[in-house]
């Protein structure tokens, strides 16, 4: 979301800016601190909320929201305020955490999955080359350096400085993802440039210098085009700049420009003012507003700063004006204090009675005590404020917005909230939150602490090593010095023998070619059930536990350890996509070291620790497995990988034209790893062409552009391969045919279907699908057919089945 002015002199029944008062109550007011400031606070919300979504799917402690720096904000927003607004307590901690609970759930869905405080560039599809460098000045049609304010807030708007250079902190996770958004001057850059190209591969990652920017890293970027040298950025193994399908006037941001004053950009002189913080403050008047209630500075008709004279500034000494990378960069509270403030000025104030029947503060203070005990009941709260947060009204579905985006999700996020909030709150009478606790920040997912714990853990030799971004990290004996370690193939490598210096420029490899997937939007993380209990540095010393020997039975392939061996079936399972990865690569190196000539397996014997892979060795290799006993289970082999009962196949969501998905998957083969991707479920194609972004089955906002032919809707099946041949197609045709051609948002089928008078008559055998435009029967489709949605801006539910709910 974009963090949206709310202006008093024109507010009207819309938006007002009620004033509220700081605490009355100090005695509330100390009890909510001490509770909220504590240790055990601090560990529970870390472990439980500030979670992040990893590239492999797994869930970690985020490394960029922390709950100390969000108590630091929130202390100074219930104590001092901004403009003579404070975050609201009401008249009860249980009233206080709801209101917490609420500002949680709605920046996890913003950004604290995504460990982002700097936009992602996300700019990919609508006919236009995907990624464009100059997404920085906008996205989605927007030109962020024309957010300006209202005449009577001109004083606190930024002015427009085209010699600014400031490079993002943050981006996106995934193989290949392009690098952090940047803003500089045409004197550093030129008038023309390039885009990104994910398909490119360098690696591995974390051995080049990243050049220091500005100057150097942009002649790097013009050195670089359309070559991977893996120096764009830390952890880059796959992708380069190029021009390709640009022109020589470079690549631009839109075809259309919807905000006004705004111009399509193949620049980036003047556009700093990229998405930031916990919700993303976007644009020279909202960066202003912060800027001015934060360091007290403001801009005369000139465009000079000035210092406010009276007031208590706590920032007097910064400008975000000057440097709006502060909101990430500066002070850990910023990013913070930016979505409070928008908190602050435009969800606690709004009141509009007579055309929503909605107050917030009215709203928290008769219901949060309620909410706080029973959080289920507090679902109409929470979608409202969803709604103000995402779409700029208290309801599901926004005139000119549209719907709310994942609005189950940030309903889960405020349970999950409101269970971890309790359970601070007493936890004698509340149970801690569902789920495992995510482990800490160990470093990026190249980087040396990460990869090297593999072979703490193991003692299985000195080269710590991942296949993709993300695999989980192993420690291989094979890649027995530096050099080969480097040269081993995977994604990234390092060296974990102290005595040992790292090569400084190891030979390029090639790992597998990896197609991006802009991240979208998950629910609250559920973390896997652990099978058994994790080793810590308080376990037992390891010891060598070889239970039963090569040969003991007569059979050369038994594993020479084997422990509680009755646990081997859920992990192989568990782990089947990594082994079968890791069992490639074997393979392959093994062909590479004997010239074809011996496919002998290196490594059939798997090892793990709790839940964790631990490694694997041969058949007949014993080794000391560095796990305690009550943890360990070894000697796990593939013919204890019994196969899973295949569960029913599931639908996208939005779909248009899928009966061509079985020619077009085959003709585009996806070339990513799944388990690098697992939100991209549902492809989509313009003219024969994938375009992006790759959706999930349950999103029914995910927003396409095509001017061409769009196919859109074919199920990504993770363990099933639609583009090999040998695949039953009968198992794909089962959703293809007999289903609506276009469906759209059919959670909502089952209530018009039986509120709307005309499409309660409709009989299936003349009309199987029916469409609906603003809550109304609109028109009926084949099945299989694709014909318009004939609702022009309006709020459209298609595909709706009428033979379901036929008498």
């Known amino acids: 979301m974009k963090f949206r002015a709310c202006i008093a002199a024109a507010a009207s029944a819309m938006c007002l800016l009620l004033p509220t008062a700081a605490a009355d109550n100090p005695e509330l007011l100390a009890e909510v601190l001490q509770t909220l400031n504590s240790d055990f606070a601090e560990s529970v919300m870390n472990q439980y909320i500030l979670v992040s979504k990893q590239p492999g799917g797994s869930w970690e402690q985020s490394s960029v929201y922390r709950w100390a720096d969000m108590m630091q904000a929130y202390q100074f927003m219930v104590e001092q305020g901004l403009g003579g607004q404070y975050f609201l307590l ?129 002649q790097a970027m013009d050195d670089g085009i359309d070559s991977a040298n893996c120096n764009a950025y830390g952890g880059q193994y796959q992708g380069s700049f190029t021009y390709e399908g640009c022109g020589a ?4 941001n839109a075809d259309q420009v919807y905000t006004a004053g705004g111009t399509v950009h193949r620049d980036v002189e003047g556009c700093c003012w990229w998405g930031r913080g916990i919700i993303q403050t976007t644009g020279r008047c909202n960066v202003g507003k912060l800027n001015y209630y934060l360091t007290g500075t403001y801009y005369d008709g000139d465009g000079r700063a000035q210092k406010e004279s009276n007031g208590d500034f706590p920032y007097r000494d910064l400008n975000l004006c000057e440097d709006p990378g502060l909101i990430c960069n500066g002070p850990q509270e910023f990013k913070w204090l930016s979505g409070m403030l928008f908190w602050l000025f435009d969800v606690q104030p709004y009141s509009n009675v007579a055309a929503y029947n909605f107050d917030f503060q009215q709203a928290l203070e008769r219901d949060g005590r309620a909410i706080f005990e029973n959080p289920p009941s507090g679902r109409d709260f929470v979608d409202r404020t969803s709604g103000l ?104 490598t390092a060296w974990c023998k102290e005595e040992d210096t790292l090569p400084p420029s190891p030979a390029p490899v090639v790992p597998p070619t990896l197609a991006p997937t802009a991240p979208q ?95 694997c060795n041969s058949p007949g290799e014993k080794r000391l497995l560095k796990c ?86 074919c199920p990504v099946y993770h363990d099933l391969d639609s583009s090999d041949e040998s695949v039953d197609e009968d198992a794909l045709d089962r959703i293809w045919n007999g289903n609506c051609a276009l469906e759209v948002d059919l959670s909502e089928c089952p209530r018009l279907m039986n509120g709307d008078e005309e499409a309660a008559e409709l009989q299936s055998e003349v009309c199987p699908c029916a469409h609906f435009c603003n809550g109304k029967f609109s028109h009926c489709c084949q099945y299989g057919e694709y014909c318009e949605p004939e609702c022009i801006n309006g709020w459209f539910v298609g595909g709706c089945d009428v033979s379901v709910f036929e008498d």
Request: aromatic content about 8%.
């Open 389 to 492: 947060v995402n779409r700029g009204c208290p309801a599901t579905f926004c005139p000119g917005a549209g719907a709310v985006h994942a609005l189950d999700n940030r309903f889960n996020n405020f349970l999950s909230a409101m269970d971890a909030l309790r359970h601070v709150a007493d936890p004698d009478k509340y149970d801690k939150p569902p789920g495992v606790p995510a482990p800490p920040y160990l470093g990026p997912w190249y980087s040396k602490p990460v990869l090297c714990a593999a072979c703490e853990e193991s003692g299985n030799g000195f080269c710590g090593l991942k296949w993709s971004s993300g695999g989980a990290a192993t420690c291989v004996s094979w890649a027995s010095t530096p050099e080969a370690c480097a040269a081993s193939g995977g994604a990234a």
């Open 90 to 218: 009401g008249d009860s901690v249980q009233e206080a955490f709801a209101n917490v609970a609420l500002f949680l759930a709605q920046s996890f869905s913003e950004t604290i999955q995504y460990n982002m405080c700097d936009e992602n560039n996300y700019s990919s599809g609508g006919g236009l080359p995907a990624y464009p460098v100059s997404a920085a000045c906008g996205q989605m049609g927007q030109d962020y350096s024309k957010y300006t304010c209202h005449l009577t807030e001109w004083y606190m708007e930024c002015p427009e400085d085209p010699s600014m250079a400031v490079r993002a902190r943050t981006m996106a996770g995934w193989a290949g993802a392009p690098p952090p958004l940047f803003c500089a001057p045409r004197s550093m850059t030129g008038d023309a440039l390039p885009r990104w190209d994910y398909s490119k591969q360098c690696g591995p990652a974390g051995y080049a210098e990243i050049p220091e920017f500005p100057a150097d890293y942009l």
């Open 628 to 713: 305690a006993a009550h943890a360990l289970v070894a000697g796990c082999t593939m013919d204890d990988a019994t196969p899973a009962p295949t569960p029913p196949l599931p639908t996208c969501q939005v779909q248009i034209g899928i009966e061509e998905c079985n020619i077009l998957v085959k003709e585009n083969p996806r070339q990513i790893d799944p388990l690098d991707d697992p939100d991209c479920q549902c492809r989509s194609f313009c003219d024969g062409q994938e375009i992006m972004p790759c959706c999930r089955f349950d999103d029914a906002a995910c927003v396409l552009e095509c001017d061409g032919d769009l196919v859109s809707g």
């Open 521 to 615: 939007p998950t629910e609250t993380p559920t973390k896997e059930p652990t099978h058994r209990p994790t080793s810590s540095p308080t376990d037992p010393a390891p010891t060598e536990v070889p239970t039963r020997r090569n040969g003991d039975n007569g059979d050369d392939n038994m594993c020479a350890i084997t422990v509680n061996r009755d646990e081997c079936e859920e992990l192989m399972k568990h782990h089947s996509g990594f082994i079968q990865q890791e069992q490639q690569r074997q393979r392959m190196l093994q062909s590479d070291l004997d010239d074809g000539d011996n496919n002998e397996e290196l490594c059939s014997c798997w090892n793990f620790c709790g839940t964790a892979a631990e490694g």
């Open 249 to 252: 006037e470079g690549c631009a």
